[in-house]
Structures are given as structure tokens and as C-alpha cells.
T-cell receptor
Framework: KNEVEQSPQNLTAQEGEFITINCSYS?????LHWLQQHPGGGIVSLFM???GKKKHGRLIATINIQEKHSSLHITASHPRDSAVYIC??????????FGKGTSLLVTP | DVKVTQSSRYLVKRTGEKVFLECVQD?????MFWYRQDPGLGLRLIYF???????EKGDIPEGYSVSREKKERFSLILESASTNQTSMYLC????FGLGANVLTFGAGSRLTVL
């Protein structure tokens, strides 16, 4: 089983701040997903990464496969970014395990 | 877009009742998963299925069973519901192909057992 650690568990930021959420896992993987869940909302996939870096708007995700580590960055944070962010390392044919999530609150 | 549909958004059942939660995906994904989500505990895997008629226990299978008779449908069954099964249940599907690793969740089914 892939043990997944996310940090920090909770994060409060002021609007405009640069935010970093970290994810470490124990078993080598083929890909890693970053997910977002707004309060009372469903879970949506933000990124799927197998190497390097991806960027969607103000969100940037990076992964270092050798170090078993990934980061999610949010530039110029906004209150609508307030949500729980979850990382999910993935291997074909294996169960999908998750970090416990990082609860982000961005205040105006 | 891949769509994962869960049959019921909200359910209220009584202790001892048999409960069926249905999940249907429309993209021919091989893998399907059932999770429950509880405050402070994150997403915990109940069962998953690699393919039709294949199932594997997750971390918390006690009190649950599953059925996958067709590729698109993965059902979660609570044989005799108990109050500690009050939770949000989430279905997900995962597909592989053309180098893509696609993961999609349903909207969730909030079950209350009285």
C-alpha cells in the first residue's frame, strides 16, 4: 500500500499570496493526481502528472519521481481557491490511495 | 468528458435495512472504486474493481459488499445498515489509454442511517 503524506494539513493565506502544498508517497508510481474539493462539493481532478511540471492558469504542479514527492503551487491566491486539495499517487492495477488532504482558506 | 453517475444524492435508511448504492460510468474505464469520506479521516477505500467480476477489498470492507457484473456499473451494498455507516460515499473510475491516466469521481451519495 502506498503511504501518502500531505503537508500542511491546514493552511490559511491572504489573498494574493503564493501557496505550496506538498505530497510525499512511499511506493513508486506511474502517475499522480491532484484533486480539489470545495466545501459541500464534489471532487474534481486538477492535474495528472507522470513527470516534470504542469501548469493550468494560476495552478502549477510538479513531481520528482525519484524522490517520490510532488508539490502543488497556487500563484496569486484568491478566496475562490479555498478548498481541500488532495494528492493521489496512482499505479495501473493497484488501488488508489489518497493523502488526507490540505484544507486551504484564502481570506480577502 | 467522462461522467460518473451515482444513483442517489441523499438517502435516509433505518438500521438493519439493506442499502444499494449504484455507480455508472460512461467511458469504458477498467477500474472502479468505492470510498467513504468522513470529517478528519479523508477518503477511505472500501472496495475496488480492476475489471468486470473482479473485486478487491480496500481498507475498510467490513459491513459492505460490491458487485460488478457489467463494466460500466459498480454497486456498493450494505447488507444490514448500521448508524456507523452514516457517511458520504464516493464512487470513482479510472481508465488508461493513449498514455492518459484519467480519474473521475461521482458527485457522492450522502447516506444517513437512523
Amino acid at each position: 500500500k502506498n503511504e501518502v503524506e500531505q503537508s500542511p494539513q491546514n493552511l490559511t493565506a491572504q489573498e494574493g499570496e503564493f501557496i505550496t502544498i506538498n505530497c510525499s508517497y512511499s511506493v513508486g508510481i506511474s502517475a499522480l493526481h491532484w484533486l480539489q474539493q470545495h466545501p459541500g462539493g464534489g471532487i474534481v481532478s486538477l492535474f495528472m502528472l507522470s513527470s516534470g511540471k504542469k501548469k493550468h492558469g494560476r495552478l502549477i504542479a510538479t513531481i520528482n519521481i525519484q524522490e517520490k514527492h510532488s508539490s502543488l503551487h497556487i500563484t496569486a491566491s484568491h478566496p475562490r481557491d479555498s478548498a481541500v486539495y488532495i494528492c493521489a499517487p496512482s499505479n495501473s492495477g493497484y488501488a488508489l490511495n489518497f493523502g488526507k488532504g490540505t484544507s486551504l482558506l484564502v481570506t480577502p | 468528458d467522462v461522467k460518473v453517475t451515482q444513483s442517489s444524492r441523499y438517502l435516509v435508511k433505518r438500521t438493519g435495512e439493506k442499502v444499494f448504492l449504484e455507480c455508472v460510468q460512461d467511458m469504458d474505464h477498467e477500474n472502479m472504486f468505492w470510498y467513504r469520506q468522513d470529517p478528519g479521516l479523508g477518503l477511505r477505500l472500501i472496495y475496488f474493481s480492476y475489471d468486470v467480476k473482479m473485486k478487491e477489498k480496500g481498507d475498510i470492507p467490513e459491513g459492505y459488499s460490491v458487485s460488478r457484473e457489467k463494466k460500466e456499473r459498480f454497486s456498493l451494498i450494505l447488507e444490514s445498515a448500521s448508524t456507523n455507516q452514516t457517511s458520504m460515499y464516493l464512487c470513482a473510475s479510472r481508465g488508461f489509454g493513449l498514455g492518459a491516466n484519467v480519474l473521475t469521481f461521482g458527485a457522492g451519495s450522502r447516506l444517513t442511517v437512523l
